[in-house]
């Protein structure tokens, strides 16, 4: 039978996506200044430098979409172990969920990680 989270584990998994979106959105924040720095430098001109950026946060919103989009209480606990297996989320943050919650996201990262 599937693990189903409680309420309150449902609360706790939306914190733990929720500090890993923030850190997604600076990473791709990151990503457009390291773009804009080449620019200021000299390193690329206003058209290249352009549509780097654009290049860049077009393909980190595709990725943004695939992962939270349609996101459904069913779904949190694979965002999560997605998260962790991507380095957003450590496994260390985890410590609020329950030991049932935290075992589920271990297996799908032993999935992700093979």
Do not use: C
Not at 16 to 23: A, T, V, Y
Not at 49 to 68: E, M, P, V
Not at 69 to 76: A, V
Request: aromatic share 8%; proline share 1%; glycine share 6%.
């Amino acid at each position: 039978m599937p693990y189903e989270l409680s309420k309150y584990q449902k609360k706790i998994a939306r914190q733990i996506i929720e500090i890993g979106l923030q850190r997604e959105y600076q990473n791709g924040i990151e990503k457009a200044e390291a773009v804009i720095e080449k620019w200021k430098s000299g390193k690329l001109d206003n058209r290249d430098a352009y549509l780097s950026i654009y290049k860049k946060l077009t393909s980190h919103d595709k990725h943004l979409a695939r992962r939270y989009d349609n996101m459904s209480g069913s779904k949190y606990l694979m965002i999560i172990s997605e998260q962790v297996a991507d380095g957003i989320v450590s496994f260390d943050e985890l410590g609020e969920l329950d030991d049932q919650a935290r075992q589920v996201i271990q297996n799908w990262l032993d999935v992700i990680e093979s």
